[in-house]
């Protein structure tokens, strides 16, 4: 069983707007929550977190909300720019490990 | 700074052989990890060494899986009489901070294709 779901696969948007990027998860005892992006033949990049303790982290267009009660977090990217298109995972903590969702491909046309 | 590296990139290995891939962590980093990421998928994990000692290796999927890190540093993940089903891309990560791990840095990965 998946503990860390992703269910939409691939999102568009258009350059300038926002992309809202969804991320369920199941284990109430995960502490920390992160995204990566990753481009094709690269490893995944740390982009941003949050402690299970907030509820929400934002760092220049990047804005990462956690709803504990719901265990469902979504990352914001505002403004949307066309070097943003690649693959997003979600992934949790879980003591030293990190659960990771099946990502999901965002495209940005300029 | 240089960060973590893997090798080979590429290994494509025929169905029996044996395969070994390194990976060379940030420096100073002690946690190291180990994650496979098959086609479609997300990451994984494998397994996971504080220094040398390897802490947690639950996510191995078989006895063929074996990984090392004998001076806590350099890394090593090898596969005995691969099999078709292990062919993904293998993703190690480490951390400098032996408790708040999450903050992992990838490495590029080695594509392993089992023919």
């Known amino acids: 069983d998946q503990q860390v779901k992703q269910n939409s696969p691939s999102l568009s948007v258009q350059e300038g707007r926002i992309s809202i990027l969804n991320c369920d998860y199941t284990n109430s005892m995960f502490d920390y929550f992160l995204w990566y992006k990753k481009y094709p033949a690269e490893g995944p990049t740390f982009l941003i977190s949050i402690s299970s303790i907030k509820d929400k982290n934002e760092d220049g267009r990047f804005t990462v909300f956690l709803n504990k009660s719901a265990k469902h977090l979504s990352l914001h990217i505002v403004p949307s720019q066309p ?28 | 700074g240089a960060g973590v590296s893997q090798s080979p990139r590429y290994k494509v290995a025929k169905r029996g052989q044996d395969v070994a891939l390194r990976c060379d962590p940030i420096s100073g980093h002690v946690s190291l990890f180990w ?12 397994t996971y060494f504080q220094n040398e000692a390897q ?28 099999q078709q089903e292990d062919s993904a891309v293998y993703l190690c990560a480490s951390s400098a901070d032996r408790v708040r791990t999450y903050e992992q840095y990838f490495g590029p990965g080695t594509r392993l294709t089992v023919t």
Request: charged share 20%; aromatic share 12%.
């Open chain 1, 83 to 110: 070097g943003d298109s690649a693959v997003y995972f979600c992934a949790a903590h879980d003591f030293q490990k990190l659960v990771f969702g099946t990502g999901t491909r965002l495209l940005v046309s300029p």
């Open chain 2, 35 to 46: 994650y496979q990421q098959a086609l479609g998928q997300g990451p994984e994990f494998l």
């Open chain 2, 55 to 82: 802490l947690d290796k639950s996510g191995l999927p078989s006895d063929r899986f074996f990984a090392e890190r004998p001076e806590g540093s350099v890394s090593t993940l090898k596969i005995q009489r691969t």
